[in-house]
């Protein structure tokens, strides 16, 4: 059964107009199973004493960085980056403050009305990376990325 | 359901407080865009790069993270270092906000490759932002 899949902007509606690229359409969706954890990863606390509880604004910055990246059409290591380019699965990295926590996402290349764009999923979060390396923690995130069924319509 | 309201409203509070932040974020993030490209084009390690910015590879990799922001001595130096020019766009986003405005839920200005909003009116959206995203739980139960 395909995974149903929700905008970003449906998430966070003032996202909708905060960066668009015109060289290349790019849409960023978040798997409907995934909006709750999503968004309290994004309001959640570290690990660490230096990060206040209720403090968001670490989180949103990064996300905000994040995003502007993914909607770039482009891949930055620090923070969004390429983890298996055959598959086309990416991980969205939230590094400091007492956390390792990654977005891992899906690309795929869609057409629509209005042409040619893409679209990215952000469809498993991996929390507390240990190492730089990749383990089979994160292969199995990856594999597990891939195995779901996720297409341009839904 | 109230932890995802409260989640909300912090988002939305964290918004309206660090507006500039995120403004200098999403400058910040294009700049390191475009100077990642290059420096991947020419074969320049990031140990080089900070060399021409005059800061340490940890504080670059910051940078990269936006944890920092850069600042115009290291653009400066790598404008040196490297022999090229950072392009300055300033445009009136004013009168452009009060044409779109009507069709289009923030002003816009358009650069090379971007199109880059106004933040004073994504703040004003932002109540908004917090009942549609409160509504939006309610919603997605409904999946």
């Known amino acids: 059964m395909c995974e149903s899949t929700v905008r970003i902007e449906n998430i966070l509606p003032n996202f909708k107009n905060v ?35 209720g403090d968001v604004s670490y989180r949103l910055s990064k996300f905000l960085a994040v995003y502007v990246v993914v909607m770039y059409g482009a891949y930055q290591d620090a923070l969004y980056r390429l983890e298996s380019s055959k598959e086309r699965v990416t991980a969205m990295k939230f590094m400091d403050k007492g956390f390792n926590d990654r977005l891992y996402c899906r690309e795929l290349q ?41 297409d341009c319509e839904h | 359901m109230s932890s995802t309201v409260n989640i909300n409203e912090l988002l939305g509070k964290a918004i309206a407080k660090n507006i500039v932040r995120y403004e200098a974020i999403v ?35 910051q940078v990269y993270n936006s944890n920092k922001l850069i600042n115009l001595s290291m653009l400066a130096g790598i404008s040196q270092k490297f022999n090229i020019r950072f392009g300055l766009d300033i445009q009136d986003i004013s009168k452009e906000s009060e044409i779109k405005l009507d069709h289009q839920s923030f002003p816009l200005y358009e650069t090379k490759k971007t199109k880059v909003y106004n933040f004073n009116e994504f703040t004003k959206e932002l109540s908004g932002t917090l009942k549609q995203c409160s509504d939006h739980k309610k919603v997605s139960n409904g999946y």
């Open chain 1, 19 to 53: 960066f668009s690229n015109s060289k290349e359409r790019v849409e960023l969706f978040v798997r409907v199973s995934l909006v709750q954890d999503f968004l309290e990863l994004l309001g959640g606390k570290g690990d660490k004493k230096g990060y206040i509880e």
């Open chain 1, 110 to 150: 869609c057409r629509d009305g209005n042409g040619e764009y893409r679209k990215v999923i952000i469809s498993l979060i991996h929390r507390k990376k240990k190492t730089d390396s990749m383990s089979y923690k994160e292969k199995n995130a990856i594999e597990k990325v891939i195995s779901y069924e996720l």
């Open chain 2, 27 to 61: 400058m910040n993030t294009q700049l390191i865009i475009e100077i990642d490209e290059y420096r991947k084009k020419h074969g320049i390690t990031k140990k080089q790069l900070a060399e021409a910015a005059g800061v340490n590879p940890a504080y670059l990799s």
